[in-house]
T-cell receptor
C-alpha cells in the first residue's frame, strides 16, 4: 500500500471558522488526489479532487496541492455542524499505460464543528 | 457517476465459514476495487477485479482468503473465506470512471464474525 499520512486529529472548530485538513503522500508518481467525507456508518463520498499544483475551489471547499512537497490539503470555509465527519485523503497512482489507477487512503481526520 | 448496489448490507457469521459479497453496477466499468475498513480505521485496498483476468491483490491479501470473481463488466463478488473474528470489518466495492474524477463506493457490507 502506498503511504498516505493525515494529521491525526480529531479537529474541533466553531461554526463559521475555517477547518484545515492536511495530507502527505510518499509516492512521487502519484497523479491525482482526492478528498472524501465519511459520515459515521456510511460509505465515503467524494467532495474534491485535484491533480495540478495550486488551489482548486468548489463552494466552501478549497483543495491545495504541492507536488514538490508531496502535500495536499483541504480547507473548509464557514464550517457548519453538518460538516462534522471523517475526512479521508486519497491518492491515485496510475500504472504505466493504464488510464485507471488504484486509490490509497490515509487514516482520516475526524472533524467536529460545534455550534 | 455510476450507481453501485452492494449486498448483503450486513451479516453475522460463524468463524470458519465463508461469506460472498456481491457488487452490481448500473453501467459497464473496466475495473472494480474491493476495500476493507476495519473498526476505526481507514480504507485498505484488497484487490482490483479485472474482467476476463485474475484479480490483482495488494500486499498482505491472498486469493485463497479473498477469492474474487468478475464475470462481466457490471458485476463482481468478493468471498471472505474461513473467517475469523479478525475479519470483522466493513467491506466496500468501488468503481472508477476512467478519468480523474474520482471513485464511487457501494454502501458497504458490515461483517461480524463470532
Amino acid at each position: 500500500q502506498k503511504e498516505v499520512e493525515q494529521n491525526s486529529g480529531p479537529l474541533s472548530v466553531p461554526e463559521g471558522a475555517i477547518a484545515s485538513l492536511n495530507c502527505t503522500y510518499s509516492d512521487r508518481g502519484s497523479q491525482s488526489f482526492f478528498w472524501y467525507r465519511q459520515y459515521s456508518g456510511k460509505s465515503p463520498e467524494l467532495i474534491m479532487f485535484i491533480y495540478s499544483n495550486g488551489d482548486k475551489e468548489d463552494g466552501r471547499f478549497t483543495a491545495q496541492l504541492n507536488k514538490a512537497s508531496q502535500y495536499v490539503s483541504l480547507l473548509i470555509r464557514d464550517s457548519q455542524p453538518s460538516d462534522s465527519a471523517t475526512y479521508l485523503c486519497a491518492v491515485n497512482t496510475f500504472e504505466r499505460g493504464s488510464t485507471l489507477g488504484r486509490l490509497y487512503f490515509g487514516r482520516g481526520t475526524q472533524l467536529t464543528v460545534w455550534p | 457517476s455510476a450507481v453501485i448496489s452492494q449486498k448483503p448490507s450486513r451479516d453475522i457469521c460463524q468463524r470458519g465459514t465463508s461469506l460472498t459479497i456481491q457488487c452490481q453496477v448500473d453501467s459497464q466499468v473496466t475495473m472494480m476495487f474491493w476495500y476493507r475498513q476495519q473498526p476505526g480505521q481507514s480504507l485498505t485496498l484488497i484487490a482490483t477485479a479485472n474482467q476476463g483476468s485474475e484479480a490483482t491483490y495488494e500486499s498482505g491479501f491472498v486469493i485463497d482468503k479473498f477469492p474474487i470473481s468478475r464475470p462481466n463488466l457490471t458485476f463482481s463478488t468478493l468471498t471472505v473465506s474461513n473467517m475469523s473474528p479478525e475479519d470483522s470489518s466493513i467491506y466496500l466495492c468501488s468503481v472508477g470512471t476512467g478519468n480523474l474524477g474520482g471513485y464511487t463506493f457501494g454502501s458497504g457490507t458490515r461483517l461480524t464474525v463470532v
